[in-house]
């Protein structure tokens, strides 16, 4: 893997590279790192798991008749279904400090890469909409 930041590429690398992680990842306003990128025939990938990964809590797994407060829905920014396949197994945290829920990623929910998490306590319906993390 490379290490060095974009100012010591090519320009058309750097265009290339930027290009693509703007739209299919979240490199937040141009401060993406090579560190991330694995060149694969003339393509480069980006390694996901490499970044800071932020999702959202969409809503509890619901059923007919009950909802499932440990198992939430969360939808992470510019991730595809094929690319939420690679989060199942990771961890995910929620608040901070003692108040923090740590969760698991259990599966995906349907094509456009929703994940459900289990959570280890059932997370209050304020979370509903607030943000969580990729812990790894």
């Given at each position: 893997?490379?290490?060095?930041?974009?100012?010591?590429?090519?320009?058309?690398?750097?265009?290339?590279?930027?290009?693509?992680?703007?739209?299919?990842?979240?490199?937040?306003?141009?401060?993406?790192?090579?560190?991330?990128c694995i060149p694969y025939k003339g393509v480069l990938?980006?390694?996901?798991?490499?970044?800071?990964?932020?999702?959202?809590?969409?809503?509890?797994?619901?059923?007919?008749?009950?909802?499932?407060?440990?198992?939430?829905?969360?939808?992470?920014?510019?991730?595809?279904?094929?690319?939420?396949?690679?989060?199942?197994?990771?961890?995910?945290?929620?608040?901070?400090?003692?108040?923090?829920?740590?969760?698991?990623?259990?599966?995906?929910?349907?094509?456009?890469?929703?994940?459900?998490?289990?959570?280890?306590?059932?997370?209050?319906?304020?979370?509903?909409?607030?943000?969580?993390?990729?812990?790894?």
């Open positions: 893997m490379l290490t060095k930041p974009l100012t010591g590429c090519p320009r058309s690398l750097q265009l290339v590279f930027l290009t693509y992680c703007e739209i299919n990842l979240f490199a937040s306003s141009n401060r993406a790192y090579l560190n991330a990938k980006v390694n996901i798991l490499s970044q800071k990964i932020i999702g959202r809590i969409t809503n509890y797994r619901v059923g007919e008749s009950a909802q499932q407060p440990r198992e939430c829905l969360i939808e992470f920014k510019n991730i595809d279904s094929s690319a939420a396949g690679k989060l199942v197994g990771q961890k995910v945290v929620w608040g901070i400090g003692k108040k923090a829920h740590t969760g698991k990623v259990v599966g995906l929910h349907g094509r456009n890469g929703m994940v459900r998490v289990k959570f280890a306590r059932p997370v209050p319906g304020q979370a509903i909409g607030t943000t969580v993390e990729l812990i790894g």
